[in-house]
Nanobody, 118 residues
Framework: QVQLVESGGGLVQPGGSLRLTCATS????????MNWYRQAPGKEREAVAG????????NYADSVKGRFTISRDSGKNTVYLQMNSLKPEDTAVYYC???????????WGQGTQVTVSS
């Protein structure tokens, strides 16, 4: 059974930091690109960061570049999103995604709430 479980969200002041965790199981982690998306109230879902399979090239939305870092731990089948210098506009539900273009499969977690407010 495929599972992607996000954790680490919460309430933080502007300028603060959070680290999100996505623990996965039920699929071959090394064969999937891992991504973080977010969706703010009244907004469309937005791609935030992605990291390739083993080798680990990364990309980021312009809005988070230089502030967020995505990483993956192949031994734990886990992906992280380190978020620094948080801004109120970062407030959203953050979702973990696993994608295989070869297999034409994509899996999603349930999301974790991040709220940046003073």
């Amino acid at each position: 059974q495929v599972q992607l479980v996000e954790s680490g969200g919460g309430l933080v002041q502007p300028g603060g930091s959070l680290r999100l965790t996505c623990a996965t199981s039920g699929f071959t982690f090394s064969n999937y690109r891992m991504n973080w998306y977010r969706q703010a109230p009244g907004k469309e879902r937005e791609a935030v960061a992605g990291i390739a399979t083993v080798g680990g090239s990364t990309n980021y939305a312009d809005s988070v570049k230089g502030r967020f870092t995505i990483s993956r731990d192949s031994g734990k089948n886990t992906v992280y999103l380190q978020m620094n210098s948080l801004k109120p506009e970062d407030t959203a539900v953050y979702y973990c995604n696993a994608r295989s273009d070869l297999l034409q499969r994509s899996y999603w977690g349930q999301g974790t709430q991040v709220t940046v407010s003073s």
